[in-house]
């Protein structure tokens, strides 16, 4: 049975259970309109602001049915892969508000070729690339572009979980990127991109969209690689920091390089999906290199970047229902001030470190005990990932577990409190790196 919330008080549902959820659950809670939140299935920190439901976050007609059970008047769809399953369009058909793209729009993530066509149509700056079906012309395109320009990058078109991508030096190691990624995405009929290696230090630029107006939040830069001075493998991100310097100058360079990526990368996007009749409504998240021709595009993301949404939004200065709302709404364009001119705490700095299992992205024991201080310092939040009660207690549950964020008037004291606060978690065997917000 259906029932309706009429009051003004939104009740929300956010789907999603990792460090990301439980920033937006926190930043939702400090809202003064806000009703009951939900979440699918979430985590006990999220627990703490939000009823969670044992419904998983891919489970479309478990979470149409959760929704309207608890008579939500909004959903916030955290992660990628129940977007591109079609989410949101089925919240839509039942008149359910939605923040998240249509799984039409959700290919910008999905399909790298598709955003590549994007950007192409768009003329948005990023690496040149070619696609192919057939393995044998692939390895031939990348063996020669690595041979010609020094190195090159292999992508699988398809959702990988962050191990899709593959930097290759010499032709060998293009060959056999190729090899490696065919056998991953074949069964699945993807195709695999050669494309031009880019070089310059990256940045996380989000942005919140109505399908027509955005929101540019601050820019992030985060940490990929396991080992510090970002080496080892790629995980699903070790570390952030907020805002990320854009320019190797003053504050208000950084300001004037990201009203640059809002008109040159973002609008253009949101425009061209606009015209194609994939309008984008959710949050728009662009993975840059800073080179030296300028910002160019490595990735769009249909959702919130983890862990960049866990620094970031400690920093936004405006009522994050509101955004959100506003976005489900259409009306972006009267929410005021965003990052690019001035709606963030921009005397504000902000570091995340999570705490990984050890072992992760490998192979990793989980159940081990966790002990936080309590109370935290001003200025630090836990945000929590892969973690689970046993018998009341708090235990790891995933590979990344704990997201540590410290939010000081400088880079340097907000390093300094959410490290001193990492060394305080009792968690043995913790993997985490040393150096986010250092390097
Ligand atoms: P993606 O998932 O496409 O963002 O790629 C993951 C990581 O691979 C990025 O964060 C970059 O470090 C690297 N990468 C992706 N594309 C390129 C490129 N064209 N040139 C250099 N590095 C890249
Ligand atoms: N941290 C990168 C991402 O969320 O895809």
Redesign the pocket.
């Given at each position: 049975m259906t029932t309706r919330n009429p009051s003004s008080r939104p009740n929300v549902l956010i789907v999603g259970s990792g460090g990301r959820e439980h920033a937006i659950a926190w930043r939702l809670a400090q809202s003064p309109r806000i009703g009951r939140i939900f979440a699918a299935p979430g985590n006990p920190g999220i627990g703490r602001l939000a009823a969670c439901a044992p419904v998983g976050a891919t489970d479309v007609a478990g979470l149409v049915k959760l929704a309207r059970e608890a008579a939500c008047n909004l959903v916030v769809v955290g992660p990628e892969a129940p977007l591109a399953a079609g989410l949101a369009d089925a919240m839509r058909a039942q008149g359910i508000t939605v923040f998240g793209p249509s799984a039409a729009a959700a290919r910008i993530e999905s399909s790298k070729h598709y955003a590549k066509g994007v950007m192409a149509r768009a003329g948005i700056p990023t690496a040149h690339c070619e696609a192919f079906t057939d393995l044998g012309r692939a390895r031939d395109a990348a063996r020669a572009v690595a041979r010609e320009a020094g190195g090159v990058v292999v992508k699988l078109d398809c959702l990988a979980a962050?191990k899709g991508v593959v930097v290759a030096g010499s032709p060998e190691e293009a060959a056999r990127a190729v090899d490696e990624l065919g056998a991953m995405g074949g069964s699945q009929g993807c195709k695999i991109l050669v494309e031009e290696r880019l070089a310059g230090p990256e940045a996380?630029v989000m942005c919140l969209s109505d399908g027509v107006d955005i929101w540019v939040l601050p820019p992030a830069r985060?940490h990929?690689r396991a080992l510090d001075g970002d080496q080892g493998p790629n995980t699903?991100?070790m570390g952030a920091v907020a805002p990320a310097r854009l320019v190797a100058d003053a504050m208000l360079a950084d300001r004037a390089m990201l009203a640059a990526i809002e008109r040159t990368i973002l609008r253009p996007a949101i425009e061209q999906m606009a015209a194609e009749g994939t309008p984008f409504v959710g949050a728009l998240?662009a993975?840059l290199m800073l080179t030296s021709e300028g910002p160019k595009v490595l990735e769009f993301?249909c959702r919130l970047?983890?862990?960049?949404t866990q620094a970031v939004l400690p920093l936004v200065d405006v009522d994050l229902l509101d955004l959100v709302e506003a976005a489900c709404h259409g009306q972006l364009g009267r929410v005021g001030a965003s990052a690019s001119s001035g709606g963030v705490h921009y005397g504000l700095h902000s570091t995340c470190v999570v705490m990984a299992s050890l072992g992760y992205p490998g192979h990793y024991e989980m159940g081990i005990p966790i002990c936080v201080p309590d109370p935290l310092p001003t200025g630090v939040t836990l945000f929590h990932a892969g973690t689970a009660l046993d018998d009341g207690k708090l235990v790891s549950a995933g590979g990344r577990v704990i997201g540590v964020v410290g939010v000081a008037s400088s880079a340097a004291e907000s390093r300094r409190l959410t490290y001193d606060v990492v060394g305080r978690i009792g968690f043995e065997g913790a993997h985490y790196r040393r150096d986010i917000g250092a390097i």
């Open positions: 962050g996380s985060d990929k699903g991100g998240f993975g993301n970047g983890d862990p960049e």
